[in-house]
């Protein structure tokens, strides 16, 4: 049974616009998530984590969010650009558990 | 600066055949850990070492054996494939701490294989 959950595995959005990628959790005793990126025929590659204690962290056009309480984390790439175009992937804790991947399109 | 290597890039197995996937990394990583991604169901995690002469069981290990007798290298090999093995595998790696917030996975560029 998988302990993270990306329940859209697709987003469209126009160039410039914010996306928006969200992802839910069963365990409450993880300590930390990321968000990996990934191009076709290519590993995934680190974009961005939190730690539990935090509720915010940010990184450029990156931020994600996380509602404890709600068990949710989100990813927010304001603004999107083209180069976004890729299947991002939640994971929390240590061996990480890994979600389904959410396609992001970023539309010109 | 290679990262984590991964050969070969594309296999075509019978059902029952063997072989061994390669993983190499030179960032000198403690850990390192096999996963294998499928439609809908993400990536999961089959095997895991935290250092040489370590492995531990993931998620689904089940057909699959590793070992670790040099920090650089981590071969996944399948005993007797199966259909259900066909999939694209991913090796990884980081710093100890099996890929933590401060420590995140490096991952090479998977095989992806098919057994028929």
């Not at chain 1, 590659?45 to 509602?67: A, H, P, Q, W, Y």
């Not at chain 1, 304001?78 to 399109?105: H, I, M, N, R």
């Not at chain 2, 005993?79 to 991952?107: D, E, I, K, M, W």
Request: hydrophobic residues 30%; neutral net charge.
């Amino acid at each position: 049974d998988q302990q993270v959950k990306q329940n859209s595995p697709s987003l469209s959005v126009q160039e410039g616009r914010i996306s928006i990628l969200n992802c839910d959790y069963t365990n409450s005793m993880f300590d930390y998530f990321l968000w990996y990126k990934k191009y076709p025929a290519e590993g995934p590659t680190f974009l961005i984590s939190i730690s539990s204690i935090k509720d915010k962290n940010e990184d450029g056009r990156f931020t994600v969010f996380l509602n404890k309480s709600a068990k949710h984390l989100s990813l927010h790439i304001v603004p999107s650009q083209p180069g976004d175009s890729a299947v991002y992937f939640c994971a929390a804790d240590y061996k990480l558990s890994f979600g389904a991947g959410t396609t992001v399109t970023v539309r010109a | 600066n290679a990262g984590v290597t991964q050969t070969p890039k594309f296999q075509v197995l019978k059902t029952g055949q063997s072989m061994t996937l390669q993983c190499a990394q030179d960032m000198n990583h403690e850990y390192m850990s096999w996963y294998r991604q499928d439609p809908g169901m993400g990536l999961r995690l089959i095997h895991y070492s935290v250092g040489a002469g370590i492995t531990d069981q993931g998620e689904v290990p089940n057909g699959y054996n590793v070992s670790r007798s040099t920090t650089e290298d981590f071969p996944l090999r399948l005993l007797s494939a199966a259909p259900s093995q066909t999939s694209v595998y991913f090796c990884a790696s980081s710093r100890a701490g099996g890929g933590t917030y401060n420590s995140p996975l490096h991952f090479g560029n998977g095989t992806r294989l098919t057994v028929t």
